[in-house]
């Protein structure tokens, strides 16, 4: 049985458990909602069952039971079975680690690791920690590539529907701007 968990990224359920049979769905759902949807409260729960005085769409906290955000994950978990997301990036990740373990020529590639649609790029460090990581963050990003860099490690998350040309862009871009870096 499949279980809803409204927790911190959805991108670490579909790469952690995009190798399992068994999966868990992980959706962040931490975004504001126009007034308009809050019309979906009444699809969710009735709305009559409210106490006396209590507001229409009485929600509490972010991450607390926000009756929208439940109808949006439901739909989100509907996509995610109907268009088989979790094989879709199963099948698609070894493709994706072999294109990024292509990026270990470049000399200030220290290390490489991955796992499913996730990958750590090391960069050398240079005169500080997370100095080199910034650096080559700014020249992948003028290359056309934008991720998250932590220190001097790149950390590269493709998108779940991406394709074996979107990947091939990916690494081309990354070999950019990691050798536009070398080079400066």
């Known amino acids: 049985m499949k279980q809803l968990f409204i927790f911190f990224s959805l991108l670490v359920s579909v790469n952690v458990f995009s190798n399992f049979e068994e999966a868990t769905h992980i959706i962040d759902l931490n975004l504001p909602l126009p ?6 409260y009444d699809t969710v729960t009735d709305a009559s069952s409210a106490p006396e005085g209590a507001p229409e769409l009485f929600h509490g906290y972010t991450y607390s039971g926000i009756p929208a955000a439940v109808a949006a994950a439901l739909a989100v978990q509907d996509i995610f079975d109907k268009e088989d997301i979790f094989k879709r990036a199963k099948e698609m990740s070894p493709y994706f680690q072999d294109g990024l373990h292509s990026l270990k ?7 490489i690791r991955g796992y499913g649609m996730m990958g750590g790029i090391d960069i050398k460090m240079k005169d500080k920690p ?19 860099s932590t220190g001097d490690t790149l950390i590269i998350a493709p998108q779940f529907i991406c394709e074996k040309k ?13 050798s536009n870096y070398a080079k400066s």
């Open 166 to 178: 979107h990947i091939d862009e990916i690494i081309e871009k990354l070999r950019t701007g990691i």
């Open 130 to 148: 997370g100095k080199a990581g910034f650096q080559t963050f700014k020249h992948c990003y003028d290359a056309g590539v934008n991720f998250k």
């Open 35 to 40: 007034e308009k949807f809050h019309g979906i």
């Open 105 to 111: 020529d470049i000399d200030v590639v220290t290390s």
